[in-house]
């Protein structure tokens, strides 16, 4: 038996009792007459001491040995603390050590096992089981689990089932960024890897099985930015005879009580926004509504006067930075820079003081008078103290530079806070979205997709018009899950390969089991998928998906500890019926 | 709203509540004045009525039109049904119909969506969305989801965390069997996927995660046992500061509480058996204890008389067949010709009815008298009554084929019942195994296991004796666990890896990153992985795991209902810089 008790284990009630403890050696602190050890575990950490009075003496030099991280076992009996420490949980406590035994020794660390570590990334990844020492990457992972448990408990007592869908299927006409699996027994063939369990959830609802869920991992092949894994976690949903309504509330409750469970926040009835106004009042699809700064549209109060910037634009938008008028000339420099960067790519910002006084102190004081400034003001609801910007050109452009502004405000004004939690069910997305190159369609959200009843016909005549029974639900500015009502007819779902490219040879090969089943009594169905990583990664106060991921990969899909993806035999190749090609 | 209530829901207290429900039309009875649909959804069936003197003519017409599977939504009152039926659990009530909606047409189904359906096993499976609105299949998955659900409560409820451990990882030396990923990123390079994530949760341990456990897919591209997924799922455990002990008992009380929670079956403390005396005792490592028929080893009393086959053997072994003194001469032969058969390989078979008035009748009363075949009686604890089989040969051989007796009897005699669970651990496992062509050893276990203490030695002189610190769990039969105790020391696991004849750069390379862990504090650890196909299915009464899953591949790997695996396009190919091998 290698322990009586964890190393967090132990309190002022077991002072006195013979314990066996074994952990990692956190600290050692030699003071000549006494030696005292940190002894760590996943549960915390317990004090060992070893004293010139009470401890032989061969034992007191065996501790001085001790360097960090090694593994040791330890007895000895609990005794009470001279000088407490009521910052840890074993604090009242040490204990007197009489056995000791070195279980592993250790190389020094290359980095240092404190919550605040001097490892930077590359070296904290390469050793990732040592970074998983450290408190607050377990932490990480024992959240990440705990969320995961809850997700589970919640959806099973509400009657979904968790069915296991393969991994190994087939390659999709959004192929390019399937990850592919050679067969060995069938050759020439391959397996790929799903990027989502869509066709699978959708055949479950057509067998009956009413509410399905699963954590799953999918998988996509492609650029990786800043914050995506090659291999990813979601949970994934569906329901039959269901409308957006029964989906919405079904994981509205969802969400609901994972703030409440995991976070002990409550949240009121989730706001609903459409697309169209997400787009038009923050500028993207996915608003952070912790705080508010909508765009205002100004072009009616703009564009009377001489000012030509504003006179030529599509669209003049600004919005009311909450104390904004206190920033000095040269931080308002600074912002104009910032959005001059080709990254957000404005070509400047009008800006505007709203005085204490009541009067407004604009960048454009040639072109408008007080009375305008006064409409603006209005406008974007600003009030004494705040700050105006207004950015104007072409609709899409203004309004994602704007966005991107709203943002930088945000977080300069410190109104990002990690513990306030604004959810936001964000409703009919277009159903197409335009490939502006090539002139051509894809589905925004996929190809089974329903389009808002009534709308089919739209498709022939103004296909960017038709909107879909599709739903984001967007938390913090983050797009934590997606999910539509899909068609379950044959005919629609046939019109829609159809005008998203597809021959009808091309969808049979690629889909006919799916059209197929729904010749066979297939019911109405619709669900979600929720990315973990970012669901985990939100609720846990963070923003960075690859803190709560055991064994990430770095952005060009390698994982830097085991070495992967690596070269294989050339034996192997052959068995595979494969050949390198010679670039 | 596509319904109030389900089709399993409504009972005597629902009379006079106005209703609506969606489902499938599971079948029609027209009796000219009236016509009773039953509609079907996961939760069960409700009776519909229409009738001419309470129904509008034209509901009843389209009522007539229903097909097979048609999904309908209805509208209605619950009414007392005249004729109850108290098999269904909504048979006190039907509804009376008033308003009929089809929501999706059926084909005819390709087979009877019945509890016994006249589908074959290809017809289903192609057809797979619909065998799993049959009820026993749909009662597995639920049933599978169910068992899921209680491991994960159970395991986090004693501390353990669920970690996700990357499926794109490294290709193994046991590469033959891995299934390999092209990187697109990575050209020339392949990720593969995880056999077990053995490593992972091994580095996990070295993390200080102290217990861990993960419900994953695992993958493994191998001729396909007529039983045998190439992707399954492993309940995957692992726990730091353990000895065997500790592992064993962590597990038989997950099994224990599983066997309670799902079947209400109470089991004692679960019995252990050395490896050596499960092959002594019978014939093979994962032995069915829900009978008896042990193995008598016989030669010492069947060995003095002139009967050659016997004289001449390794091993002569028997086993008392309980009754089976009642088989007749034919029946006896019909036995014999089974053992003959090449798959079993036995030469012959000597048996000895054990007869009410205390004699014996052998096949071979030439050779023997009755003093001889009284010791071969009490030897084998036959009775009166009872059947005496014995086979000689080979050792190894002998047994096989006596165990495989051992099955065919306890399935003609009808032992092997399934709502009895007998489980059995077995322990002491070889280390090693010997490839008898080539010569050289293999890991039994895999090759992070650890040897007995003081056995490492044993290494270089009598690598067949030494034994691991491995063990299975067996129930009724089947294998559905497994682990060890691993090593955690980086020299011990050098000397492990030449034995098994990889060179120091080959072990480097391979599995560097380990070695390196094992370096920088490594704590004892060991662990177990349960088969979850395997253990659903016997916890459920069945042998098939294919019924437990939703959508199996074939014993060629394929996935006919979605016809996987495929080729793919020339251009996804060259950007994975492949070119397929011309024969």
Not at 471 to 500: A, P, T
Not at 508 to 516: E, H, I, Y
Request: charged share 30%.
């Amino acid at each position: 038996m290698y322990r009586s008790h964890t190393c967090g284990e132990l309190r002022a009630k077991h002072i006195g009792t013979e314990i066996v403890l074994s952990g990692w050696v956190q600290k050692v602190r030699d003071k000549g007459f006494v030696v005292w050890v940190d002894l760590r575990d996943r549960y915390g950490i317990t004090q060992l001491v070893f004293d010139e009075e009470r401890t032989p003496a061969v034992l007191l030099t065996e501790a001085r040995k001790l360097g960090r991280e090694y593994v040791i076992q330890i007895r000895g009996s609990v005794i009470e603390r001279t000088s407490k420490n009521p910052q840890l949980q074993t604090g009242e406590i040490e204990i007197l050590v009489n056995g000791l035994k070195v279980l592993n020794s250790a190389l020094l660390p290359p980095f240092t096992i404190e919550d605040e570590t001097d490892g930077g990334t590359d070296l904290r990844m390469k050793y990732r089981y040592l970074d998983i020492r450290r408190n607050p990457v377990k932490e990480n992972l024992i959240f990440r689990s705990k969320v995961a448990m809850e997700v589970r408990n919640y959806l099973s007592a509400h009657g979904f089932i968790e069915v296991e869908t393969p991994y190994l299927i087939k390659s999709t006409p959004e192929g390019a960024r399937d990850f592919v699996v050679p067969s060995r027994m069938n050759p020439g063939q391959f397996y790929a890897l799903p990027q989502s369990p869509q066709t699978f959830k959708q055949l479950l609802m057509v067998g009956g099985l009413d509410k399905y869920f699963q954590i799953v991992k999918c998988f996509r092949d492609e650029d990786l930015r800043a914050d995506r894994q090659p291999e990813f976690t979601q949970i994934d949903c569906e329901m039959a005879f269901v409308e957006q309504e029964d989906v919405l509330n079904a994981f509205e409750g969802l969400t609901r009580h994972l703030l409440k469970a995991i976070r002990n926040v409550e949240v009121d009835k989730f706001p609903r926004m459409t697309y169209d106004e997400a787009m038009r009042t923050y500028g993207n699809d996915k608003p952070d509504i912790r705080f508010d700064m909508r765009f205002a549209e100004l072009n009616d109060i703009a564009q009377h006067k001489d000012f030509q910037v504003f006179n030529s634009a599509e669209l003049v938008a600004g919005i009311a930075v909450p104390g904004g008028a206190a920033f000095t000339r040269k931080e308002i420099d600074g912002i104009i820079d910032w959005l001059k960067r080709p990254q957000i790519g404005a070509k400047g910002m009008v800006y505007m003081r709203c005085l204490e006084d009541g009067s407004y102190k604009s960048s454009v004081d040639k072109f408008y008078d007080q009375e305008d400034l006064k409409k603006w003001a209005e406008a974007t609801g600003a009030k004494a103290g705040d700050l105006v910007c207004i950015l104007s050109g072409a609709i899409q452009e203004t309004r994602t530079q704007l966005s991107a502004l709203r943002m930088e405000m945000a977080e300069r004004l410190g109104l990002r806070n990690p513990e306030v939690f604004a959810p936001l069910w964000v409703v009919d997305f277009p159903l197409l979205e335009k490939d502006e190159e090539t002139g051509t369609y894809h589905a925004m959200h996929h190809p089974f997709t329903s389009p808002k009843p009534g709308q089919l016909e739209l498709l022939d005549t103004d296909p960017d018009a038709v909107r879909a029974n599709a739903y984001d639900l967007v938390l913090n500015g983050n797009e934590i899950g997606g999910g539509s009502i899909r068609i379950h007819d044959k005919k629609v779902q046939g019109i829609m390969f159809r005008h998203l490219g597809f021959t009808e040879e091309e969808a049979k090969a690629q889909f006919g089991f799916l059209m197929d089943a729904f010749q066979y009594g297939a019911p109405p169905h619709g669900g979600i998928a929720f990315g973990l990583d970012r669901l985990v990664a939100i609720l846990g106060g963070q923003e960075t998906i690859r803190d709560f991921i055991a064994f990430p990969k770095n952005n060009s899909g390698r994982d830097v500890m085991i070495d992967a993806p690596a070269p294989i035999d050339e034996a192997q190749l052959e068995e595979l019926s494969l050949r390198l090609r010679q670039e």
